[in-house]
């Protein structure tokens, strides 16, 4: 009877804490509000049985351990990013696993760039000194992906060490997210020697009288032994400051004013506090623009003559320059008086054009036009017809045709024969030139007619014959002639009818 009571007290025992140490299990889990941005606090419900003999919840979104828990429930955590897959694994107190359980899939977005922060170590630096610039990057919710430094546009390494020297250092640093999205952060470093007592070298560059209200400009130029750090324009208006690195800078300041004398100064401050420092003074007054006049030392010159061409200019604030131009082309320019300029005449109609610019930047200009023609080296045509006999004593009428590409000036008809000698001037009828005569005596004439155009071209022709008794022979006679048409140009055909009558 012992030996039965002691057998069934152990399996009694034994049973008792196996009821104690249930395993925990998951009931149920869920989430209650799927979030679409990542980092945003989202809430899942879990509901454990054997509680008791739990050890804690481990919630995965795949492999990575994103939150533990000690208690059921509804637990909260920041939502990861991209394509969330939830896995819960529940321990118990001996930290085995004893239940685990996969929720629904869900993606989520990070719509906030990263944080990005440059640490510049010394934070205040003189020349000489090993400066270290780090970048720090924090993205919570995708995490980074790539950080960048640069200085002056150049990128550097990351971290990036350095020895200062006098004058101004820009970094930009930025940073990308998983989510592609970018931010960056500048920093300006100022390093000044504190030994420099040197000031900057100014020079200023302005006008020294203006038009009211046009705009103008001042140029201020700068140098310094160390660096420049600004550069400051103080007027009625204001201060303008502009900031400058390097040893040298040039800054252009636009001002308008009203009509009186307007006063600046420039300060030019370098990366030690050294100053210097220019005061100016413009004159501001109406001013009108130069008055232009052409002279031509030939107006209607040939091909291939030289033309001068001389402007004369009156301006009271003086005159800058002086502009040539022939067709639109600009030929010389010129700035000392007397303002000329040469041209090879070309053939064609032209227009010379003269621009003179006045000493505040006013323009005035004159035109002229010109025509230039080839030199007319072709002297006139003559067609000529002579008759072979004339009557003694009775008038005959000589006729000739006269042309010229440019116009005939005059015709003249040459008599000569047995002591007889007479010139006569040819009238015309369009281009047939004639006259008439009667001779004293029988013989043989001669007839020469010259023909002059209106360039003084010349030609000639010469012809003979013979003055006879009328019983000896008498000519046909000329009744009527016409010419068509009755003006030509040159190379035009003429046509010319002419009737005659004989009485044989």
């Given at each position: 009877?012992?030996r ?27 989430i ?23 050890g804690s ?22 939502a ?14 001996l ?27 010394p ?23 790539e ?16 020895t ?11 940073a ?47 140098t ?16 303008e ?18 009509i ?26 109406e ?10 030392s030939s ?9 001068e061409i ?91 045709v ?19 000698l ?15 005569i ?7 004439y ?27 022979i008498?000519?046909?006679?000329i ?26």
């Amino acid at each position: 009877m012992k030996r039965f009571i002691l057998l069934i007290l152990p399996l009694l025992l034994i049973s008792s804490c196996a009821e104690m140490k249930k395993p925990p299990a998951i009931v149920t889990a869920y989430i209650i509000e799927i979030p679409e941005e990542a980092g945003k606090m989202m809430t899942v419900y879990i509901k454990i049985s054997n509680e008791e003999n739990m050890g804690s919840i481990e919630i995965y979104n795949g492999d990575i351990l994103i939150a533990t828990f000690k208690k059921s429930g509804y637990l909260s955590f920041p939502a990861p990013f991209g394509t969330v897959r939830l896995t819960i694994v529940v321990y118990d107190s001996l930290g085995r696993i004893s239940d685990t359980v996969s929720l629904q899939t869900f993606k989520t977005y990070d719509l906030s760039p990263p944080k990005v922060e440059m640490k510049v170590t010394p934070e205040s630096p003189i020349p000489g000194d090993t400066v270290t610039v780090n970048v720090e990057a924090e993205d919570s919710e995708s995490g980074i992906v790539e950080k960048h430094l640069y200085l002056n546009q150049e990128e550097v390494n990351i971290p990036y060490s350095f020895t200062a020297q006098a004058g101004v250092y820009k970094f930009t640093a930025w940073a990308v997210n998983n989510a592609g999205l970018r931010s960056s952060s500048s920093k300006k470093l100022i390093v000044s020697d504190p030994n420099d007592t040197i000031s900057p070298s100014v020079d200023v560059v302005y006008p020294g009288i203006v038009q009211p209200y046009e705009n103008f400009d001042i140029f201020v130029t700068a140098t310094d032994n160390t660096g420049l750090r600004n550069i400051k324009l103080e007027d009625l208006g204001g201060v303008e400051t502009v900031q400058v690195s390097g040893k040298l800078a040039t800054v252009r300041f636009t001002r308008t004013a009203d009509i009186g004398d307007y006063h600046f100064k420039v300060d030019v401050e370098d990366m030690s506090g050294n100053v210097a420092s220019k005061e100016g003074t413009i004159e501001v007054r109406e001013n009108k623009p130069p008055s232009v006049s052409i002279n031509l030392s030939s107006d209607s010159p040939e091909v291939g003559e030289e033309v001068e061409i001389t402007a004369v200019v009156e301006d009271d604030t003086g005159v800058k320059e002086v502009r040539f131009y022939v067709d639109s082309s600009l030929i010389s320019i010129d700035m000392i008086p007397p303002y000329t300029a040469s041209w090879i005449a070309e053939k064609g109609i032209h227009k010379i054009k003269v621009v003179a610019v006045d000493n505040e930047g006013l323009e005035g200009s004159a035109e002229v036009g010109i025509a230039v023609e080839e030199e007319d080296k072709e002297p006139p045509s003559i067609l000529f017809s002579c008759p072979d006999v004339v009557i003694l004593g009775e008038p005959v009428t000589f006729y000739a045709v006269v042309t010229d590409n440019v116009g005939v000036e005059g015709v003249i008809f040459k008599f000569e024969g047995n002591g007889f000698l007479e010139e006569k001037k040819a009238s015309n009828l369009s281009t047939v030139y004639y006259t008439s005569i009667s001779f004293p005596s029988t013989g043989t004439y001669s007839v020469v007619i010259e023909a002059r155009d209106v360039n003084g071209n010349e030609a000639s022709v010469t012809s003979y014959f013979e003055v006879k008794l009328e019983e000896e022979i008498k000519p046909p006679r000329i009744v009527n002639m016409s010419v068509v048409p009755s003006v030509v140009n040159k190379g035009e055909y003429i046509h010319v009818t002419v009737s005659a009558e004989d009485d044989t």
